[in-house]
């Protein structure tokens, strides 16, 4: 993957809030045609979901919105994918704190939240306790749109 930017969206159980991140920012990024200069993943700060498909909500909202699901089976990230990645995108908070916990530090500044990219930052609920997937694809959306927006300026493509 040479040249490519990488980025790991990042939640707890890796069946809802990041499958779908990573379902609308490789929508967008394939949209924009720049498909060639990304690689798009996503991982569990946890090991509840290991193996587990997208939760229905997930994968029914992208029907919805006419955007392809992934095929994906929920994975923990890393230590090792500090290293692998350019960007590592928490949905929340707590998961930024789950990603620090599993790399150790974030010397290279890698590590955000996916709304930080946005004017109104904060935390995108977690739908698997809410049950509100339109409010989580619409928080997904305007996070996805800013991110593509900045690594676009960042990266000058």
């Known amino acids: 993957m040479p040249n490519k930017i990488k980025v790991l969206m ?3 159980g890796n069946i809802c809030r990041s499958p779908l991140a990573q379902s609308v920012m490789t ?9 060639a200069h990304f690689y798009i993943e996503s991982a569990a ?22 955007i392809p699901l992934i095929p994906h089976r929920a ?8 290293e692998t990645y ?10 930024v704190r789950n990603i620090l916990r599993i790399v150790g530090s974030d010397p290279q500044g890698k590590v955000s ?28 959306l305007k996070g996805c749109t800013a991110f593509l927006a900045y690594l676009r300026r960042e990266h000058m493509i």
């Open 10 to 12: 990042v939640c707890h």
């Open 27 to 35: 929508h967008l990024v394939n949209q924009s045609g720049l498909a």
């Open 45 to 66: 700060t946890s090991r509840e979901e290991i193996g587990s498909t997208p939760h229905h909500g997930t994968v029914s909202i992208l029907h919805q919105h006419g």
């Open 75 to 82: 994975v923990q990230m890393t230590r090792q994918d500090y």
């Open 86 to 95: 350019d960007y590592l995108v928490a949905m929340d908070s707590w998961n």
């Open 113 to 140: 939240k996916l709304l930080d990219y946005t004017d109104r930052g904060g935390d995108i609920a977690d739908p698997w306790y809410t049950g509100n997937f339109d409010e989580t694809y619409d928080d997904v």
